[in-house]
């Protein structure tokens, strides 16, 4: 079952109070248009000299770079290896630079959720604001589900003070948690734990570096349907079914 407990540092924290959680299984959703990148698991399993590998590979295949995305983002020694290491590594190396919670689109970050449903309303709603942006129609969207596994001790959001906590969770703006993400993402920190914005009694990570998280494997393909204004539903590959979204 999934856990989560204080970690050892709660009483004399108070500023930045930790929640150690060990979840079986952390869900994540990411479009499928993004094809699986073998190469951290090709060149080596020393992650300490992909950099000198990554760059003569290169010379041979001029497109490596859009693929492998910008490694010295990682340090060496908080790089992952192994099977479907890049699932874990290419949320630290290709950035989202319009940010998001908790980044400026200067770092990565890597987030999950202890339910599959909350990464699915997660991740309807940011789909939905990215469709609505651009004046998308009408049109579907495959995408992957991965799941992994979580061990590891975070800054607990939930356990701020409730005026704190409303600042950095707030549904609309961004404004007070992406300066603090990067205090904390400056300072060291591994990530947070936080309560789900867009799902009730839902829990997330967003981790900072990759040797914090498990590495996942694919668990099913969803489609969603975006009709024009919203995403109604989606449709779930494993069960052959249509879901509706209230």
Request: proline content about 8%.
């Amino acid at each position: 079952m999934p856990q989560d407990r204080p970690g050892p540092d709660d009483r004399s924290s108070l500023d930045h109070p930790t929640r150690h959680v060990v979840w079986p299984q952390a869900w994540r959703i990411i479009a499928s248009r993004y094809p699986p990148i073998d190469l951290f698991e090709r060149v080596s399993d020393d992650p300490r000299v992909w950099d000198a590998l990554i760059e003569l590979e290169q010379l041979t295949n001029p497109r490596l770079r859009d693929e492998v995305g910008e490694i010295s983002l990682v340090p060496p020694e908080r790089r992952v290896a192994g099977t479907n290491a890049s699932w874990v590594m290419a949320a630290f190396t290709h950035i989202n630079r319009r940010g998001s919670r908790f980044s400026n689109g200067k770092f990565g970050v890597y987030y999950a959720a202890e339910a599959l449903d909350t990464a699915i309303a997660e991740t309807v709603y940011h789909f939905s604001q990215f469709a609505a942006d651009a004046g998308d129609p009408p049109r579907r969207e495959d995408m992957r589900v991965l799941v992994g596994s979580v061990d590891r001790t975070f800054e607990d959001i939930a356990a701020l003070p409730e005026d704190v906590k409303a600042r950095l969770l707030d549904p609309l703006s961004y404004a007070q948690s992406q300066p603090y993400a990067v205090e904390r993402h400056d300072a060291g920190s591994d990530g947070f734990v936080y309560p789900s914005v867009r799902h009730v009694g839902g829990k997330c990570i967003a981790a900072f570096w990759p040797d914090t998280v498990g590495l996942p494997v694919q668990e099913r393909h969803l489609q969603y349907e975006w009709d024009g204004a919203r995403v109604r539903r989606y449709f779930d590959y494993s069960r052959d079914v249509w879901i509706d979204l209230s």
